[in-house]
């Protein structure tokens, strides 16, 4: 059926003035109708579709107006017969692409095609553009003629390419999208410096690990190598080796080279102790005790500071008092010992002590004096008593040990107080070097005063003196005091005819109870307290006889020793 005669088409199409009605007529009377100079197929499909086809679905629907072959606006010409029409430029596209119109060039732009469905990378912009904003200038008005239905995949005319077309879904006006590569939103700013952040505490807690590792590491090769380089550890300069002369160090720096250490071979025994230089002429003061092991062809030899060694004889000596002198001969360049005064020291002096313990050689301690006057007797290993030594002594703190004896005690001006003679012991008391289980504080030196007499005695004459009263003591007596015995040990009587005691009117069974004032409490006492004095020494002596006490005033007279 034919719905319009208007003689004219559209410019777009293609058609001439020339074409006659007889195509027209020929291609409708095939089973079509002619619908504005195109002929409608009775399936709906407008004319360019199927497989070579580029108006099919809503193109041809926007082209074939509403039926007149006419336009709202633009040029009109005649329709021209088919056979007329010139070639188009270029073979028909088969994937659409614009322009979709057929057969060529002439064709007009088409709608512009809105995305239904949200853009795949952005938000959908359509909803917010007004309906005449979304609609292209080039767009037909609305019409009223409904458009065939676009081929669909089961239309036989259909192209097999059934792939959506992404040209459908292009939009040149919609707002750009963010370019992503992964999908994902784009992180703010915040989000990048939180980020920045976290990369810079992450590496540099990475780097502390590593450093504290490659320290530790390091760490440990040094010390199992005990590093890399020299060890030099840190030191005072050198001083200068001068010290005060009343100080320890001053005392034994002035003294040492007068000290000497004895080494004694006898025939049955040996033994090692001190001694120290009394003159230029080789002189040298040590106690009976250290060199009583070499008898009367025994070996004695001196060793010097230095290191020089000599051989020594006997001068004389003197087992009562303990004191000994031998002399060594062909040495030179001696330095005497400067003697004190005994009488002038105080308890609490302090004071140093030099010798050999245990064969330790130049040995120097230091203490005070912790008593005066001590009453002390040693020896006695005989069992007849002549062995025994009777000593008003100093008593000293200062180490004094086996090896010791024979050394001097010196006071804060390096000059000699006493000459160490005995030791307290832990094990058997009193006694000569007898104790070896060392010094425990109480040690005993004879006073120089005492010893300067005696030395000058065995020097001068080989033999010693002893003040004497006269009188023979009860060394049994358990009393308070010396008690006169009743009878000498040879039997005759105790008190010595035309003697000391007997001229002061002493008498058998008398108790001697104070010496010069001082309080004696034994036989040994009274001896100790006699031997402090010389003879010729004046001596007041307190009596106790028949419950009454009186004193008496005698002259000490003398007696050879050993």
């Known amino acids: 059926m034919n719905t319009g005669s208007a003689p004219y088409s559209r410019s777009g199409l293609g058609l001439g003035p020339d074409s006659d009605s007889d195509s027209d007529s020929d291609r409708a009377s095939e089973g079509g109708e002619v619908v504005g100079g195109l002929s409608a197929e009775p399936g709906g499909a407008a004319p360019g579709s199927g497989p070579h086809g580029a108006g099919a679905g809503p193109a ?11 336009r709202e606006e633009g040029d009109y010409e005649l329709a021209r017969p088919a056979e007329a029409r010139p070639e188009p430029l270029h073979a028909s596209d088969p994937y659409r692409t614009p322009p979709y119109g057929h057969p060529g060039p002439w064709a007009p732009a088409p709608p512009v095609q809105h995305p239904t469905a949200p853009h795949a990378q952005g938000p959908d912009l359509s909803a917010a553009i007004p309906a005449q904003a979304q609609a292209s200038p080039l767009d037909p008005p609305p019409q009223d003629v409904t458009s065939p239905a676009p081929a669909g995949p089961s239309d036989p005319q259909a192209p097999e ?6 040209w459908r879904n292009y939009d040149p006006w919609a707002a750009p999208a963010p370019l992503q590569q992964h999908g994902g939103a784009v992180p703010t700013v915040t989000q990048r410096r939180q980020r920045t952040r976290k990369t810079l505490v992450l590496g540099a807690v990475v780097l502390a690990l590593v450093s504290g590792g490659v320290g530790g590491v390091v760490g440990a090769y040094l010390q199992r190598n ?33 000290v000497v250490t004895l080494h004694v071979r006898g025939s049955e025994e040996e033994g090692t102790g001190t001694g120290f230089v009394l003159d230029g002429r080789g002189h040298i003061l040590t106690n009976n005790h250290v060199i009583e092991p070499a008898g009367d062809s025994g070996e004695i030899s001196v060793t010097f500071s230095g290191g020089e060694t000599a051989k020594a004889k006997v001068v004389g000596h003197d087992s009562g008092y303990d004191l000994a002198v031998v002399k060594v001969s062909g040495v030179s360049g001696l330095a005497p010992m400067p003697l004190g005064n005994s009488d002038s020291v105080q308890v609490g002096d302090p004071v140093v002590a030099i010798g050999a313990p245990f064969d330790l050689a130049n040995t120097v301690t230091s203490g005070i004096i912790s008593a005066k006057e001590r009453p002390i007797t040693a ?16 008593q000293t703190d200062a180490p004094i040990n086996p090896g010791n004896s024979g050394g001097p005690l010196l006071d804060s001006r390096a000059r000699v107080i006493g000459v ?29 005063n005492q010893a300067k007499r005696v030395a000058e005695e065995l020097i001068n004459t080989g033999r010693a003196t002893h003040p004497v009263i006269g009188v023979t003591l009860d060394m049994n007596y358990a009393g308070d005091g010396a008690r006169v015995g009743a009878k000498a040990a040879d039997g005759g009587p105790p008190v010595s005819p035309r003697g000391p005691g007997a001229e002061a009117g002493v008498k058998a069974g008398d108790v001697i109870t104070e010496v010069d004032g001082t309080r004696v409490h034994s036989g040994e006492e009274l001896i100790v307290r006699t031997r402090a004095h010389r003879p010729g020494d004046h001596l007041r002596l307190t009596l106790r006889r028949g419950g009454a006490e009186r004193t008496v005033t005698l002259v000490l007279g003398s007696a050879d020793g050993d």
Not at 60 to 70: E, F, I, K, P, Y
Not at 161 to 166: E, V
Request: proline letters at 7%.
């Open 60 to 70: 041809a629907s926007s082209l074939a107006g509403d039926g007149t072959g006419l």
């Open 420 to 448: 160490n003679s005995a030791i307290r012991s832990a094990d058997n008391g009193s006694d000569l070097e007898s104790g070896q289980a060392g010094s425990i504080g109480l040690g005993f030196a004879i006073p120089v």
């Open 161 to 166: 390419d059934t792939a959506p077309d992404p």
């Open 379 to 394: 020896g006695g290993e005989k069992g007849d008593g002549t062995d025994v030594s009777y000593v008003d002594a100093l």
């Open 226 to 258: 005990e590093g890399t380089t020299k060890v030099e550890l840190p030191q005072a300069a050198k001083e200068a080796p001068g010290r005060p002369s009343d100080s320890v160090a001053g005392i034994a720096a002035h003294a040492l080279p007068s």
